[in-house]
């Protein structure tokens, strides 16, 4: 069982920048594919970004290519989504997730974390 907090997230203006954390629980985090999701309301929740478990990979949705950088850092157990050029169309409840060990980082995710709110005011 994997488990994961997110932090780091707030309210800023347009054009301000954020960077969400992720710590995860486990001695295998390395093995993680790992990917950020959002939701937004009254809206189903959508992909992000994700990051291959070896970290040489990267998946961005077009809404977000070019302004979202996702890394990691497996000596912390942590992935980060940094966030710049934030838009209003942004505000959402932030989602970390983690996939079994060395899967592909498509397709449905496994554990989720409980989330944190982004609000970006125009």
């Known amino acids: 069982q994997v488990q994961l907090v997110e932090s780091g997230g707030g309210l800023v203006q347009a054009g301000d920048s954020l960077r969400l954390s992720c710590a995860a629980s486990g001695r295998t985090f390395s093995s993680y594919p790992m990917g950020w999701f959002r939701q937004a309301p009254g809206k189903v929740r959508e992909f992000v970004s994700a990051i291959h478990w070896s970290g040489g990979r990267t998946l961005y949705a077009d809404s977000v290519k070019g302004r979202f950088t996702i890394s990691r850092d497996n000596a912390k157990n942590t992935v980060y989504l940094q966030m710049n050029s934030l838009k209003p169309e942004d505000t959402a409840v932030y989602y970390c997730?983690?996939?079994?060990?060395?899967?592909?980082?498509?397709?449905?995710?496994?554990?989720w974390g409980q989330g944190t709110q982004v609000t970006v005011s125009s």
């Open positions: 997730a983690a996939k079994r060990a060395y899967t592909d980082y498509v397709g449905p995710y496994d554990y």
